[in-house]
């Protein structure tokens, strides 16, 4: 009797022990989430990855663990092209800053380089990673330039980054993915064929308004 009284006594114990520490624990920072997110992102781990983003864009991209685990490994670094990092992490900011930026280099078999980079932002608890879609969407645009005759910056960036989503936009609705938020926790969402819309609008207006696609 006595047995059984000690072992439900230390199992309260362990309860409020463990209570505890998650309560009064300090949050993780916007650079220890950024080291995760990139270490997550090489072990190809699109579970752990997950649970590093905010809810906001989970809840406006209808979010899961299986789709963010495939758009790593069948879009991002897609299984069969033997993807490598080449550099360790580089994180640029700190917690005095609005975000933190996190920056690894991949290179695959034919040699072609990806930069990956996801930014983090600090919460009222553990920093996350937001826009994370965005990130990795636009980490991949990134790579299918022609680097050895970049688009320039303006109306040829803004084709480029056009034409790369038409070709990706398959691969991404294949895993349930509708599109990506934008700038931040309280980003505006794109669906593809609003983004596609988005820049053909900013190419139409180019011709009157030259200035115009000089940005997102």
């Not at 059984?4 to 022990?17: A, D, W």
């Not at 990130?135 to 960036?157: C, I, Q, Y």
């Amino acid at each position: 009797m006595r047995g059984k009284y000690l072992v439900g006594l230390t199992c309260v114990v362990v309860v409020i022990v463990v209570s505890l520490i998650i309560t009064f624990r300090r949050p993780l920072s916007a650079e220890v989430i950024a080291k995760q997110s990139l270490s997550a992102i090489e072990k190809r781990d699109g579970h752990r990855l997950f649970r590093l983003i905010h809810e906001s864009e989970i809840n406006q991209l209808d979010l899961t663990p299986e789709k963010i685990n495939q758009l790593l490994n069948k879009v991002i670094l897609p299984e069969g092209e033997n993807y490598e990092s080449r550099s360790e992490a580089v994180i640029e900011g700190d917690s005095s800053s609005s975000f933190v930026v996190g920056r690894q280099l991949y290179v695959n078999k034919d040699g072609r380089q990806l930069t990956i980079s996801v930014r983090v932002f600090p919460t009222e608890g553990d920093a996350k990673c937001s826009p994370l879609v965005n990130a990795l969407v636009f980490s991949k645009v990134d790579e299918l330039m022609d680097r050895r005759n970049p688009p320039k910056p303006g109306l040829e960036t803004v084709r480029h980054w056009r034409d790369s989503i038409k070709f990706l936009k398959p691969q991404f609705e294949a895993i349930g993915l509708t599109g990506f938020v934008q700038d931040g926790v309280r980003g505006r969402k794109f669906t593809w064929d609003s983004w596609i819309a988005h820049c053909d609008d900013l190419l139409a207006r180019a011709k009157t308004e030259p200035t115009v696609a000089d940005g997102e």
